[in-house]
């Protein structure tokens, strides 16, 4: 099937417009992108739920302002204009023709599925039964798939009736702006890209914590796991997006391109090399199975094994209920040589940059000095806060759905991308190390400390604006 995506959308269309996702975060990023000017199209809702078009828009007012967003009348009134509801269950044809007569004589719609997984392949399915599909892109939310197989035929369902340039795999975390930030860090900074290899880096460690637990999301957590949630996707596409080689070209394709380079060179997760924990008290959470084995920490070495980062450990992990909460790519170096011209001081810390992803984020250059008064060696930090120095960006989904909406599809995931991501983990799928307890308020299982043996101990994410890391 023919590749449509630069051809802008007529209109959207949501489906599950009554659910989380929605309220959370898909209305304040349209509301957001009108306030831009930068939503161009008609939204029309699809659930099952008994609404009006007036209660759509009244919801849509509501979880603008439980999410804190200030709201405009003004911005609002152009806003609730494009909002139009179609009610039906999406096991009914009549629910499709509804919809087709909702976008009589619109061209280049976009279906964006805020439905669980399951439905995913049936609603394109009924939507290219209706006749919707051929002018149309489809996006679908994360997960994509349970596991390599489920992943394999999930695509081998879309592509029945979507040709690959038409499904938009939506990945929020491709959408925040340190991650995007990652490239330009990387290739448009002379000082930086010469050391950005083997020769220089001596271990990368990429952090993901939470100090919250799972709250009220225990039945959906405890079908999940922390590999599921957030390493197999999000986690993965950082680590493509740190050790990629530079795109050859500005399309979508070849940016996708490199980060399926890196993930190939990837070998599958070796058990040995991984660690999952539970923290105490989670099997207490409402919807958790009784003596659940479900891992709320994962954490693991991989390697990439081609020149550039060949023999470089990657070092990844994740957590909820730990001590605090911080997302970072952390580059360590190797250590200069002792030179007998600095005395006796201790050897030199290791030279690092962080990219802080989340919260707040920005980038630290942590540097050696001497100490006053030549007491020794001593550690300085230079801090970027991205905010201070750049103003506030788009958000996650605000940016991506606005890409969407043009067809740009550079911060989507393609096929084979997701289908490596799998690949990689499927072993801890399949042959899964035993889950550790871990006290809420910790860093997780002291056993993930043996990952790192004989590199930097796992830091302390970079937390604020000025101040030292330290190990743990």
Request: include cysteine; aromatic fraction near 8%; hydrophobic fraction near 45%.
């Amino acid at each position: 099937m023919p590749d449509r995506s630069h051809n802008t959308t007529g209109a959207l269309v949501i489906f599950g417009i009554s659910g989380d996702l929605a309220r959370k975060m898909t209305f304040r990023a349209l509301y957001r992108l009108e306030a831009r000017h930068r939503l161009q199209c008609p939204v029309i809702g699809v659930a099952k739920d008994d609404w009006s078009d007036d209660a759509l828009r009244a919801k849509a007012r509501q979880a603008l302002t439980a999410s804190g967003q200030v709201v405009s009348a003004r911005v609002f009134e152009r806003f609730a204009k494009r909002l139009t509801y179609v009610r039906g269950d999406f096991s009914e044809p009549a629910t499709y023709q509804r919809v087709a007569d909702a976008l009589a004589g619109t061209r280049h719609p976009l279906f964006y599925l805020e439905v669980p997984p399951a439905l995913f392949a049936p609603v394109v399915a009924a939507l290219a039964d209706a006749g919707l599909t051929k002018e149309a892109r489809v996006v679908v939310e994360k997960p994509f798939g349970h596991d390599l197989a489920s992943a394999r035929q999930l695509n081998w369902d879309l592509h029945q009736h979507l040709g690959e340039g038409q499904i938009l795999r939506i990945d929020h975390f491709l959408g925040k702006e340190p991650v995007m930030d990652l490239q330009f860090l990387r290739f448009a900074n002379e000082v930086i890209e010469p050391i950005w290899n083997r020769d220089h880096v001596a271990s990368v460690q990429i952090s993901l914590a939470e100090s919250f637990g799972v709250a009220d999301r225990g039945q959906f957590y405890d079908a999940v796991g922390a590999l599921r949630d957030v390493v197999q996707n999000h986690l993965l596409q950082v680590l493509a997006l740190v050790a990629m080689e530079p795109p050859s070209g500005a399309d979508a394709d070849s940016l996708r391109d490199r980060k399926v380079d890196v993930l190939r060179a990837v070998a599958a997760a070796n058990p040995k090399l991984a660690v999952r924990g539970q923290y105490v008290g989670y099997q207490s959470v409402p919807g958790v199975a009784r003596g659940s084995q479900t891992e709320t920490y994962l954490a693991l070495r991989l390697g990439v094994d081609n020149w550039r980062w060949s023999g470089v450990p990657f070092f990844i992990r994740t957590g909820k209920a730990l001590a605090q909460s911080a997302t970072e790519v952390r580059l360590v170096f190797r250590r200069p040589p002792h030179l007998a011209f600095l005395g006796r001081s201790a050897p030199a810390h290791p030279n690092q940059l962080v990219l802080r992803i989340d919260f707040g984020a920005g980038l630290r250059v942590s540097l050696t000095s001497q100490g006053l008064g030549a007491a020794g060696l001593r550690g300085v930090n230079l801090d970027l806060s991205f905010a201070a120095e750049l103003g506030d960006p788009p958000e996650p989904y605000e940016r991506l759905l606005d890409d969407a909406m043009r067809g740009d599809q550079r911060l989507f995931t393609r096929e084979d991308s997701v289908e490596e991501s799998w690949r990689i983990v499927q072993s801890l799928i399949d042959a899964p190390p035993a889950v550790l307890p871990y006290p809420q308020g910790s860093w997780g299982p002291p056993a993930a400390r043996r990952l790192v043996r004989g590199h930097l101990p796992w830091q302390v994410p970079w937390l604020g604006p000025v101040g030292g890391d330290s190990s743990n």
